[in-house]
């Protein structure tokens, strides 16, 4: 049966978003290889890049070298979702306190639960984002952004952190999380890293209580 006019440009627009779709998995991938995200947090790359804007439109490309002080407010987080489906996002440090002896990994710096379609602000958030925050002389941390589907509304047992506190972010577990609540793996992900700059000392206050 031949194609009409009509059917074959649906058919290599569907061609073509199909290879679009292949290569950003295969750069997902190679990027999270490369920086060893996988096997570090996760034990397999998402398939998309979750896209991060910063103020001022500044926007995560993975792999980029970003400052504390260009971090320090919460970020833009958006995403292609599905209508009828719950997500968490999770942003975390596995270079805690460094790279080469990360003693505290991984350290927990934003966790939001059954955030409705992609509407960060109506989701449960189970620790507020606090900015990059790497010790100096540490090198550079890498700065990890993932995103899970949830098999709809979840009941969370986890402890509730402010802003302003240290409490239940270290040695925190990115795949022990995902295994205990059922989320399977990552479906979109996004990294940057950072290294000690002034900002640092009013982030470790912050996180003091003060």
């Known amino acids: 049966m031949m194609m009409n006019s009509k059917m074959m440009k649906i058919f290599w627009l569907l061609l073509i978003g199909a290879n679009i779709n292949a290569n950003e998995t295969n750069d997902v991938k190679t990027i999270f290889e490369q920086h060893e995200i996988v096997p570090d947090v996760v034990p397999y790359a998402p398939n998309r890049f979750l896209k991060v804007t910063y103020t001022d439109g500044l926007e995560v490309k993975a792999g980029v070298e970003l400052t504390p002080t260009q971090v320090k407010s919460q970020p833009l987080v958006e995403w292609e979702a599905d209508q009828y489906l719950f997500y968490t996002l999770i942003m975390t440090d596995p270079d805690?306190?460094?790279?080469?002896?990360?003693?505290?990994?991984?350290?927990?710096?934003?966790?939001?639960?059954?955030?409705?379609v992609?509407?960060?602000?109506?989701?449960?958030?189970l620790s507020a984002y606090v900015g990059a925050g790497p010790p100096k002389n540490t090198g550079l941390h890498r700065y990890v952004f993932l995103l899970y589907k949830q098999n709809g509304k979840l009941e969370f047992h986890e402890a509730r952190v402010g802003n302003?506190?240290?409490?239940?972010?270290?040695?925190?577990?990115?795949?022990n999380f995902a295994s205990n609540y059922g989320l399977g793996y990552p479906v979109a992900g996004n990294f940057y890293l950072a290294q000690w700059d002034?900002?640092?000392?009013?982030?470790?206050?912050q996180l003091s209580g003060n």
């Open 96 to 116: 805690a306190p460094c790279r080469n002896a990360p003693k505290l990994r991984e350290f927990k710096h934003w966790l939001v639960v059954n955030i409705p």
């Open 198 to 205: 002034d900002y640092v000392p009013f982030v470790h206050k």
């Open 164 to 175: 302003n506190s240290r409490e239940e972010r270290p040695k925190f577990r990115v795949a």
């Open 118 to 125: 992609n509407d960060i602000s109506k989701g449960e958030v």
